[in-house]
């Protein structure tokens, strides 16, 4: 990806005048153009390490994937997030890591965690570099170095079991290459998070990632099967059998461990066959509680498609489930819903049709096909509009939580609240939208975007509103996070999540796998 930006350069989107016009008069952005920026105009910290260490760190990988240069260590200095963003339009020196190692096979991963851990160097695993909560900062904490550990190498098909529908894939397999590999052998991952062009296989597990499909598929952590873990202390593989009473799922301590108890070098996951058919369906509800109760109908009841998401009165209103007619056309009243059913001609048209009654009877209509396709033309675009935001003036970023059917309301209100609150009592009044994207028996998840005028110190401004917005997520029964994981942004409310007794236990496992705390220091454990 860019250096200062999501994705690719040939996807910049330009911002329409009908954006420019919703950012001037409801927000009131004095627009901008964007200014020129160049990777090699960017000053970054010199590199901690001695030449010894470094000859030493080449010395098990080869001298071709130990780098100190300036582009690689720049292009890994972070993820994605609003706030990594606007740290690399500084013009203050950045923070990188040291060296960037990029290791083959699993003993090289070994031996560079044996030889950090021998000489005080921290280690931040590194997949596609799609983190959007700090969880690729390069932090030190006690450590003088910290190297990038890329697994951009471990990018194969291992194995594929047709008869099981299990794959096991390397960790630096990326979503497009995945589906690319399985889909030679008719078989499809199903997994399509925002992230899914860059993110990687590893990252899917180590952040337990939920894809757009998440009703039909599930999230990461259902699909996976097993996994290849190299700690300083050993290496690890989990998952013998479908099911297993031997004590405690051992794989579950490092799915969402994000890199701070070992580096996931592989990873078995349930595949399927790619599907025969599919149908989008767009629907729209009078009102947000009317179409989260239909929601919720069609997973108690079992109707459950493979996409379903709802969005409320101000996302419908904008257009930001379909990125190319975003304040083109001008949605008044009702919220719109997606449904996706996918599979064999005949179970497609049975799921559908059962979906559709229920809908109906829940106050929903029907507006075909076209709403779907339109998400589903653009549904990995939307931070290319993120990035072009912020170059015009704009403040933009988004946040996630998940909470029971019953709360539902109440944790949307209390979030919409603070956000609103924080950034209005800042002089940058925002627009909050929202929508369900992942839907369970019991409860769903919500996906806010705020979009607000940056102020003069646009980092200390989002810190402050989604400080609030934190505070009330625990306030008001939610989880800090449902699917963007915890890094660096979210470890202030781990405590307040799982308990002092929760925080010892991870810390129990940090020091028996990691003892000397080399693995991504400063994140998720606080």
């Known amino acids: 990806m860019q250096w200062d930006a999501w994705g690719a350069p040939e996807k910049h989107k330009v911002l329409s005048d009908g954006i ?4 001037q008069q409801a927000l009131g952005v004095t627009i901008r153009e964007p200014s020129d920026r160049a990777a090699d105009d960017v000053v970054l910290a010199p590199s901690a390490l001695s030449d010894q260490q470094v000859a030493a760190l080449a010395g098990i990988v080869g001298e071709q994937f130990c780098s100190t240069a300036h582009s690689d260590r720049l292009l890994r200095s972070g993820g994605k997030s609003t706030l990594d963003l606007l740290r690399r339009r500084s013009t203050e020196p950045q923070n990188a890591p040291d060296a960037v190692i990029t ?21 931040v695993p590194f997949g596609g570099g799609t983190s959007v909560v700090g969880g690729l900062d390069p932090v030190r904490d006690r450590f003088a170095a910290v190297v990038s550990l890329d697994l951009r190498r471990f990018d194969a098909l291992i194995d594929l079991d047709t008869d099981s529908g299990i794959a096991t894939l390397g960790a630096g397999v990326t979503g497009p290459r995945a589906e690319e590999l399985l889909g030679a052998h008719g078989f499809s991952l199903g997994h399509f998070p925002q992230s899914f062009m860059f993110a990687t296989i590893g990252g899917f597990a180590a952040t337990r990632s939920s894809g757009q499909a998440s009703a039909g598929y599930g999230r990461f952590e259902d699909m996976v099967q097993g996994l290849r873990v190299v700690t300083p202390a050993g290496t690890l593989d989990t998952g013998r059998a479908p099911a297993s009473a031997a004590g405690p799922d051992l794989g579950e301590l490092f799915v969402g461990s994000e890199g701070t108890l070992g580096v996931i070098t592989r990873v078995r996951v349930r595949v399927h066959a790619v599907p025969d058919t599919t149908v989008r369906e767009g629907w729209s509800f009078p009102d947000f509680e009317t179409g989260a109760a239909a929601l919720r109908a069609l997973r108690q009841e079992g109707a459950v498609p493979t996409v379903l998401r709802l969005s409320d009165e101000a996302e419908t209103a904008v257009n ?7 304040g083109e056309e001008t949605v008044t009243g009702g919220c719109l819903a997606i449904t996706t059913f996918e599979g064999t001609a005949e179970h497609t048209a049975e799921r559908t049709a059962e979906a559709r009654a229920v809908l109906v009877a829940h106050g929903g209509t029907s507006l075909g096909e076209g709403p779907g396709n339109g998400w589903e033309h653009g549904r990995f675009d939307a931070p290319y509009l993120r990035d072009s935001l912020l170059d015009a003036g704009a403040l933009c970023e988004t946040l996630e939580t998940a909470t029971t059917w019953g709360n539902l309301a109440a944790l949307r209100t209390a979030v919409t609240a603070a956000l609103t609150e924080s950034l209005s009592g800042q002089g940058t009044p925002p627009l909050v939208l929202c929508h369900i994207s992942h839907t369970y028996p019991t ?11 940056q102020a003069e110190d646009p980092i200390e401004q989002w810190q402050k509103a989604k400080t609030a917005a934190g505070d009330a997520i625990v306030a008001a029964g939610g989880t800090i996070t449902h699917h963007h994981a915890v890094g660096v942004d979210h470890r202030p409310w781990m405590r307040d999540e799982i308990g002092d007794l929760g925080v010892a236990i991870l810390r129990a496992v940090k020091d028996a796998v990691d003892p000397a705390g080399i693995l991504n220091p400063g994140k998720l454990i606080p």
């Open 20 to 23: 420019k016009g919703l950012l």
């Open 103 to 123: 290791p083959g096979t699993d003993d090289e991963v070994a031996d560079v965690l044996r030889y950090c851990a021998g000489n005080g160097i921290a280690v």
């Open 320 to 326: 930001l489930a379909t990125t190319d007619k975003i």
């Open 443 to 453: 409860g769903a998840s919500l996906y806010f975007t705020v979009v607000s005028a």
